[in-house]
């Protein structure tokens, strides 16, 4: 059964502090990992890594994809109160057309 | 451009009671889903669709049935509600172009779902 797992599952820090955010994943046909963003509402598209393209980069919020380790890090530095949310990794097989979500890690940050 | 939008927003059920939750699209997109999330749990993928007349179940389809008569509506029902559906509903939409290409999912705000 395919299954996407993210740690830890909630964390709180403090402004300016750096956090690094796990996902792990064990599916058939692997195509590609996504992370998205949820606030109060939808999630929102962050990055997608896929075998062409395994590190993103978007001012301070990065990722990396491990094809060896079936694994992929969100890491935000300098962290904001803004960035308090749900971050969610998601997992897309060839063949099907279907993602297969982790639970989630719930990242709260303090001024 | 709405993208993707969801319909009601908050809703309050009786056991028993019956509703639909219509999704809208926009975007042309030929693949549909609904979800569930509840704490804890992240994203369960309930039914989806591959396009205009076709539906598949997902992960935890009991309970709920979907239908998809045009491209941009999905629409998922629930005959009987029960508490356990207590639940927030999303709907997301993507396009596969080809076998290479990937892209993301686009979510509506969610439905929020209390059955008494």
């Known amino acids: 059964e395919d299954k996407v797992v993210q740690s830890p599952l909630s964390l709180v820090v403090h402004e300016g502090d750096t956090v690094t955010l796990n996902c792990s994943y064990e599916v058939t046909n692997f195509r590609s990992l996504l992370w998205y963003k949820q606030e109060k509402k939808a999630p929102t598209f962050l990055f997608m890594l896929t075998s062409s393209g395994i590190e993103k980069k978007s001012g301070r919020l990065s990722s990396i994809l491990d094809k060896k380790e079936l694994s992929s890090i969100l890491n935000i530095t300098a962290t904001q109160t803004g960035d308090s949310a749900i971050y969610l990794c998601?997992?897309?097989?060839?063949?099907?057309?279907?993602?297969?979500f982790g639970t989630g890690t719930r990242l709260k940050v303090l001024a | 451009n709405a993208g993707v939008t969801q319909t009601p927003k908050f809703r309050v059920l009786k056991t028993g009671q019956s509703m639909t939750l219509l999704c809208a699209q926009d975007m042309n997109h030929e693949y549909m889903y609904w979800y569930r999330q509840d704490p804890g749990m992240g994203l369960r993928l309930i039914h989806y669709?591959?396009?205009?007349?076709?539906?598949a179940k997902g992960e935890v389809p009991d309970g709920y049935n979907v239908s998809r008569l045009k491209k941009q509506n999905f629409l998922l029902g629930l005959e009987s509600a029960a508490p356990s559906q207590t639940s927030v509903y999303f709907c997301a939409s993507t396009t596969w172009r080809d076998r290479a290409s990937n892209q993301p999912q686009h979510f509506g705000d969610g439905t929020r779902l209390s059955i008494l």
């Open positions: 669709s591959v396009g205009e007349g076709t539906t």
């Open positions: 998601a997992v897309s097989t060839s063949g099907t057309y279907k993602y297969i």
